[in-house]
């Protein structure tokens, strides 16, 4: 017997054939740019989730996106959720590739909207060098096993103190990630995140709020590891040099941290499921730039 769920879900597939007949390369951009959305879901929630225990002590730390993905390598299907997580994080730099350089978005080039652009290409750099580290990763298990806390930061920063003005670079570098931490609590306050999914009313009354408390967490996290990198360039010491696993520990050593580290924690759920709702619904126009 034919149940309406069914026959829905066969609607929906007809309609994907169809689609993926009529413009394949568009079509397969899309899917492309969905899946990155979700990779990106599933690394935060992670983020959060490794977080939140290392806040009740039952984990050693907190983790930033590439030891919270190491993690999964312990779970059954390990190295094939590590895969997908990969290829979908390509899949996110490639979005922003068309995002920023193809302004896919029809965002224009007003001072603002070249600065969103700048942010976007940045983005889809970090996505794709850590889509890159996942499987590198995957071939180095054993030897990360037990990383150094804070190793690629604190190497890079002692790499950039080598040259000349290397602490006034990594000072930029801790700039724009406050800045950009700025900018996600911004976007919080402000609201309106919801607008670019195509959702009806419920869906969208529980995304806002979802948003906003993801992306107010992610901003609390970004302006932490700027402030630790700026740090680090005035006192010309790699050590202070802090990625987002650093910043996260910070915060539990912070007068009431673990309460602070649980709170941002869940933010940062909030955020990977919010990432996790766009991959569902957002408008993602990435078919009319590969079409064209």
Known sequence: M????DHDAETALRKTLRWLRAAPLGALAQLACRFGYAARGFVYVSIGVIAVLAAVERVPQAEG???????WADWPLGLVLLGAAGIGLYGFAGWRLLQ???DAERQGTSPKALAARAGQAVSGVVYGTLGFSVFSAM?????????????????????ALAIPGGEWLIIGVGVFILAA????????IRGGLAERLVCDAAVRRVAEPMGRLGYGARGAAFAVMGVML????????????????EALQA????PWGDGLLIGVALGLLAFGAFALMEARYREIPAGEVIDD
Do not use: M, Y
């Not at 996106?65 to 993690?71: D, I, K, M, P, Q």
């Not at 931490?181 to 976007?187: E, F, P, R, V, Y």
């Not at 700026?230 to 696993?245: I, P, S, T, Y």
């Open 2 to 5: 034919t149940t309406a769920s």
């Open 65 to 71: 996106s590439l030891g919270a993905v190491e993690a």
């Open 100 to 102: 920023s350089v193809f």
């Open 139 to 159: 071939d180095l298990l054993d030897d990360l096993a037990d990383p150094e806390e804070g190793a690629s930061e604190q190497e890079a920063a002692a790499q």
């Open 181 to 188: 931490g700025l900018a996600n609590l911004a976007k919080a």
């Open 230 to 245: 700026v740090q680090a360039g005035l006192h010309a010491n790699a050590a202070e040099a802090a990625g987002l696993a």
């Open 251 to 254: 915060l539990e050593r912070a």
